[in-house]
C-alpha cells in the first residue's frame, strides 16, 4: 500500500476518556479505504447504521472530520436473547493538504458506505509540456 502525503490520518494521540465525547455510549473508528488517481482521491468510510440525517462531514483548516451516529435498532417485544447491534458514534478525522480543492468535495452514502470524492486542483495535476520547435 502506498502512503500519499495529499490525505493522511491525524496523528493517533492516547487520550484516558475522550474528551470530545458529550454524551454516554462507545466511540467507533470507521475503517476506511483510500484511492488516488491523477485528478482525484477517493475515501471510502464503513459507518453501517448511520443515516444521512445522522453524518457529520466537517470541514475547518485543513482538517476533515467525520462524525456519525449509530441510533438502537426498533425494539421488538420479547426477551432478549442475543443483542450484538451497537449503539455509539463514529469519529474520525484527516488532514488535508492544498493539493485538494476542497470547495469541490462531494459526498455519498449507500449501504452504510460513505464515499468522499476529493479532487486535486488542477495546478496539482501532471500534464505533459509539448516542446516546440524552431
Request: charged residues 30%; hydrophobic residues 40%.
Amino acid at each position: 500500500m502506498v502512503e500519499t502525503q495529499e490525505l493522511k490520518p491525524q496523528e493517533k494521540m492516547e487520550v484516558a476518556t475522550p474528551a470530545e465525547q458529550t454524551k454516554p455510549g462507545p466511540v467507533f473508528t470507521p475503517n476506511v479505504d483510500i484511492f488516488e488517481t491523477e485528478k482525484m482521491i477517493t475515501l471510502l468510510a464503513d459507518v453501517p447504521g448511520v443515516k444521512s440525517e445522522d453524518l457529520g462531514i466537517d470541514l475547518k483548516d485543513n482538517m476533515l472530520t467525520l462524525t456519525g451516529e449509530v441510533k438502537p435498532a426498533n425494539i421488538l417485544s420479547g426477551e432478549e436473547v442475543l443483542v450484538e447491534y451497537q449503539v455509539g458514534s463514529y469519529y474520525r478525522q484527516f488532514t488535508l493538504t492544498e493539493i485538494i480543492d476542497q470547495a469541490k468535495i462531494e459526498a455519498e452514502l449507500e449501504n452504510g458506505v460513505l464515499r468522499l470524492s476529493l479532487p486535486k486542483v488542477e495546478r496539482a495535476l501532471p500534464r505533459r509540456i509539448t516542446v516546440n520547435a524552431r
